[in-house]
């Protein structure tokens, strides 16, 4: 029963937003009593974070699954792209924007998760771009790490809707791997962006 409770929450925050979501909008979307719901989270706060944490896990499965089938770095990171924008489809309020407005702590906590494991994957993505010739020698990895997830979070926590969130994320990706490209990898870069619809 739980696992279903965090299953409908998460895709009740995802679609409606994490405010405005009651208890009582999850027991009615699931045919149960709001009682039954307490049994497993005393409040509304504590299944925020375990499905935000569930919702961590899923992503960063879903992002080896992507790294897994091997294609170039640059590909990769639009592919990377495209799962996130039919994951967070809502149309609507940005979730990382309503979680940092409405409930600040589970955000940092949820922020801190994600910058340990981005500090693993953009690492290694540069590392293949230049093992692949398609990012230059001398990029400074650590920094640039550092720069593209401190821009795609401050995007992220700045930007309400879901729609101007997709296009400004786009555009970092774009800015961010322009930076790092040889001529190989600008080549690549614009083939990517052609074929990309928001």
Not at 20 to 29: F, L, N, W, Y
Not at 87 to 102: D, E, I, R, V, W
Request: contains cysteine; hydrophobic residues 35%.
């Amino acid at each position: 029963m739980k696992e279903k409770i965090i299953a409908i929450a998460t895709e009740l925050f995802m679609k409606l937003g994490f405010k405005s979501v009651t208890m009582d909008d999850i027991a009615g979307e699931m045919c149960i009593s709001k009682k039954t719901i307490y049994k497993y989270f005393c409040n509304k706060e504590l299944l925020i974070e375990e499905t935000t944490e569930i919702f961590h896990k899923a992503i960063h499965q879903a992002i080896g699954t992507i790294v897994a089938k091997n294609h170039n770095a640059i590909e990769e990171n639009f592919e990377v792209r495209k799962m996130f924008k039919e994951m967070f489809n809502t149309g609507g309020t940005s979730p990382a924007y309503q979680l940092k407005k409405h409930y600040p702590e589970i955000y940092h906590t949820v922020m801190t998760r994600e910058i340990n494991e981005c500090n693993t994957v953009f690492g290694q993505n540069i590392e293949k771009g230049i093992q692949q010739g398609l990012y230059r020698k001398e990029v400074p990895i650590g920094a640039y790490v550092e720069f593209y997830y401190t821009l795609i979070f401050s995007i992220n926590g700045s930007i309400s809707s879901e729609n101007e969130l997709k296009e400004m994320e786009l555009q970092a990706l774009e800015y961010h791997t322009r930076a790092m490209a040889t001529a190989a990898g600008i080549t690549e870069l614009e083939k990517q962006l052609q074929n990309y619809t928001l």
